[in-house]
């Protein structure tokens, strides 16, 4: 049921409740009141009335009631259950927030009613409710204050907790689009490089099966080793989406990382300057990600016969350095460059790559602390 019907049926209770409440009041005093006439009773009616009303048009409903309080009691009708219906619309007033109005209301009702008891020089009798309309007008006023206060207060509680959950959830795809760009550099680091290498062995082997069948068996063995490290890294990776630890790629897997490069037939040369410490392990990830990616960048596109890899480590940040003598001009098209960059970039570092004199360099520097 709607606000309005609701209304309605508070209404008609309101006028069941005065109506009944008044032919009460006239069988405890008997002949000393007036008796309740049809005009008494429509103006019940319409006070009762006005309560349908209450909430779409609080201040109108609420100067009727009240006037017709007043011309009920001015006319000596009995009870004082006719002031039931401007109580209820100053106390709806108050909870709507028009406080003013609902204050001018309880002075219109209270001089009105006590405005003609002096007028008639009669005092309401002891104990009656009549002499505590103001303190109900009054209490009105609170309590309908005190209602829109709390109602305030939970509204404000809801918002909260919908822009929490809201916050959450939020925050929830982020984390789950930062999972999974991680695992797509992962994927693309780590397969990249093996598929590059096998690609190379391949190469070397279908060259060397008619010329020099007995070196094939090496270049076999370098494609299953590949293989092999290929899916390691990919079960590692695959492993976060199961709630496990992923094998942990660091600077000290870079001699496994030389010797595959070795057997794919570079020529590199490892370098370390610098006394060697355990780096934070975004740091750790980072720089050998990024010495794989170079390395990969070398076996597939720029043709080169050496490389060089040095890593410098620094109090404060370790430089890493991959040079080699092929072409200047190719840095190697597609995601390579721009993850190795990302990469740097995300712990704070940064990242440089170009053509040399004779070849091509890539230059990282990581800072040991990562930026919170």
């Known amino acids: 049921m709607d606000s309005r019907g609701t209304d309605a049926l508070v209404a008609a209770g309101a006028l069941v409740a005065i109506t009944g409440g008044t032919y009460a009041h006239l069988s405890w005093t008997g002949p000393m009141e007036r008796p309740l006439d049809p005009a008494g009773l429509t103006l019940i009616v319409v006070a009762s009335l006005t309560l349908a009303f209450r909430r ?18 001015a006319l000596h009708y009995p009870g004082v259950f006719a002031s039931a219906p401007a109580l209820a619309s100053v106390y709806t007033l108050a909870v709507l927030g028009r406080r003013k109005a609902a204050i001018w209301l309880s002075l219109a009702q209270a001089t009105g009613v006590y405005g003609l008891m002096a007028i008639a020089e009669d005092d309401p009798p002891p104990g009656s409710w009549m002499g505590l309309l ?51 550099q992962e994927l693309h680091d780590s397969l990249t490089h093996s598929i590059s290498v096998v690609n190379v062995q391949v190469a070397v082997a ?18 299953k080793e590949s293989g092999h490290e290929a899916m390691s890294e990919l079960r590692a990776t695959l492993g976060v989406l199961r709630q496990t630890e992923p094998e942990e790629a660091g600077l ?7 010797s595959r490069a070795e057997g794919a037939g570079l020529r590199v040369a490892h370098t370390v300057a610098g006394t060697p410490y355990a780096l934070p392990p975004e740091v750790d990830r980072a720089a050998y990600r990024i010495a794989q990616e170079a390395l990969t960048n070398v076996l597939r596109h720029a043709g080169a016969a050496a490389v060089t890899l040095a890593v410098e480590y620094d109090p404060s940040k370790i430089v890493l350095r991959v040079e080699n003598d092929g072409e200047a001009g190719t840095a190697g098209p597609g995601m390579g460059l721009i993850g190795m960059r990302e990469r740097a970039v995300a712990i704070g570092g940064s990242l440089t790559a170009g053509p040399r004199e004779g070849g091509f360099a890539v230059r990282a520097e990581l800072p040991v602390r990562v930026p919170a």
Do not use: F, K, N
């Open 56 to 73: 779409t048009a609080p201040l109108a409903a609420g100067l009727v009631a009240a006037a017709t309080g007043v011309v009920y009691y």
């Open 134 to 184: 103001s303190g109900w007008l009054v209490a009105m006023v609170v309590v309908g204050e005190m209602v829109r206060y709390r109602r305030a207060c939970l509204r404000a509680v809801e918002q909260r907790a919908e822009e929490a959950e809201r916050t959450r959830e939020e925050a929830a795809l982020r984390r789950a689009g930062e999972e999974r760009l991680w695992i797509a």
């Open 206 to 223: 279908m060259q060397l099966l008619e010329r020099d069948p007995a070196r094939v068996r090496d270049a076999l063995a370098a494609i």
């Open 252 to 258: 000290s897997r870079l001699p496994r990382l030389v």
